[in-house]
Nanobody, 126 residues
Framework: QVQLVESGGGLVLAGGSLRLSCAASGRTFSNYAMGWFRQAPGKEREFVASISWSDITYYADSVKGRFTISRDNAKNTVYLQMYSLKPEDTAVHYC????????????????????WGQGTQVTVSS
């Protein structure tokens, strides 16, 4: 069982930055691929970024060049550093964990992930 707890969300002006953190319980964190998704009001939950157990990263086109995903296995934590934030980045941001061999294996898809956090709100004002 893995529990994920996000933090770091808040209100920021357009052009600003935030760093989200996702703390994971469990002793096998380093074996999991991790992802960030977000959901704006009235919209589907969408992929933001992922990082594999071997630190291969992948980003949605909408955040490429502005966001950076990273992980610290010693701290069981994955981060999402967000720069140049835009009002359209406003959403609840969710952390997710993909066990080895689970689901579709496509880390840009929700069905690749088994564990989800409760989400943290990011609001970008213009």
């Amino acid at each position: 069982q893995v529990q994920l707890v996000e933090s770091g969300g808040g209100l920021v002006l357009a052009g600003g930055s935030l760093r989200l953190s996702c703390a994971a319980s469990g002793r096998t964190f380093s074996n999991y691929a991790m992802g960030w998704f977000r959901q704006a009001p009235g919209k589907e939950r969408e992929f933001v970024a992922s990082i594999s157990w071997s630190d291969i990263t992948y980003y949605a086109d909408s955040v490429k060049g502005r966001f950076t995903i990273s992980r610290d296995n010693a701290k069981n934590t994955v981060y999402l550093q967000m720069y140049s934030l835009k009002p359209e980045d406003t959403a609840v941001h969710y952390c997710a964990a993909a066990p080895p061999g689970y689901g579709s294996g496509d880390l840009s898809r929700r069905d690749a992930y088994y564990y989800w956090g409760q989400g943290t709100q990011v609001t970008v004002s213009s």
